[in-house]
């Protein structure tokens, strides 16, 4: 287990994330734009120190759940990316998102997400570290997890379970590298947990059936829940029959059950507009 004291206000990260945060900062505002269009529902996370939830001012959207922060020692790890490749970097400020899969405390999937790196070799170094963070000790609570899930159909394997997937917006991180160059990460993760209903422990084959739905599907379904949770209100049209908010984990749940087809019309994605919709 990491020391605590790794995070006290002497830790060097530390004070050279704030930094690094208030100089990317800077010339994001002075001309630079980082914004994630459709991001993983977002809140950023910084070198060590959680920096609390600020996307850009066009998009920032309360998260639905914060849960933590990525664990010392793949901070750590991050941090030894940016070392070691930041000086193939043509710009000084950088963002970058990452969209982990996580199913039974375990990673199975991770991906780069929005605006990328020049180096392809710097962004496979994080995502090595990424991969490494349930070792690291990262974990989320199921007893807290219960609360957000919803019923699948009780049929075959997956009878009287609940499957809960969600977002897990982790607190922003920034590293830096030698000559100043900074990269805010961007980390949610998509937390795909199976609880069989009055037992405390999910049974192995219950978590392997989750694991078994297509990768291709999997993807689909988590990319669209991720515009939902970023776009969590119903369009104008869609209140008197939906209500003002979209049921995101509901419909990524319909997604996966139909083969990576998003219920459009119950969780429109931004911009959508049914063809039958009546013309004013």
Not at 38 to 54: D, I
């Amino acid at each position: 287990m990491d020391d605590p004291r790794e995070d006290a206000p002497t830790d060097p990260y530390r004070t050279r994330g704030a930094f690094a945060l208030s100089a990317f900062r800077r010339e994001r505002a002075s001309g630079g734009r980082f914004a994630w269009a459709a991001l993983l529902a977002t809140c950023v996370a910084v070198c060590v120190a959680p920096m609390g939830c600020g996307s850009s001012e066009e998009h920032a959207v309360a998260p639905e759940r914060t849960q933590g922060s990525l664990p010392a020692r793949t901070v750590r790890a991050l941090q030894a990316c940016a070392e070691e490749g930041t000086g193939r970097l043509r710009r000084q400020a950088y963002e970058i998102g990452f969209k982990v899969e996580l199913t039974d405390d375990r990673v199975q999937a991770v991906a780069p997400k929005g605006p990328r790196l020049d180096d392809a070799g710097l962004e496979r170094c994080m995502m090595n570290a990424l991969r490494t963070m349930a070792d690291a000790g990262f974990s989320t609570d199921r007893t807290e997890l219960v609360s957000y899930g919803s019923h699948l159909p009780a049929r075959g394997v997956l009878a009287n379970v609940t499957v809960l997937p969600e977002l897990v917006k982790l607190a922003e991180v920034v590293v830096a590298g030698p000559g100043g160059v900074t990269i805010v990460i961007v980390v949610v993760v998509v937390v795909i947990a199976a609880v069989v209903l009055a037992e405390d422990e999910p049974k192995e084959e219950v978590v392997e059936a989750i694991k078994r739905w297509p990768k291709k599907v999997r993807e689909k379904c988590a990319d669209r829940l991720v515009e939902c949770i970023n776009d969590p209100y119903q369009p104008w049209w869609n209140r008197r029959v939906f209500g003002d908010k979209k049921q995101c984990e509901a419909c990524n749940i319909a997604c996966l059950n139909d083969g990576g087809a998003w219920p459009m019309r119950k969780c429109p994605p931004p911009g959508y507009i049914p063809p039958d919709l009546p013309q004013e």
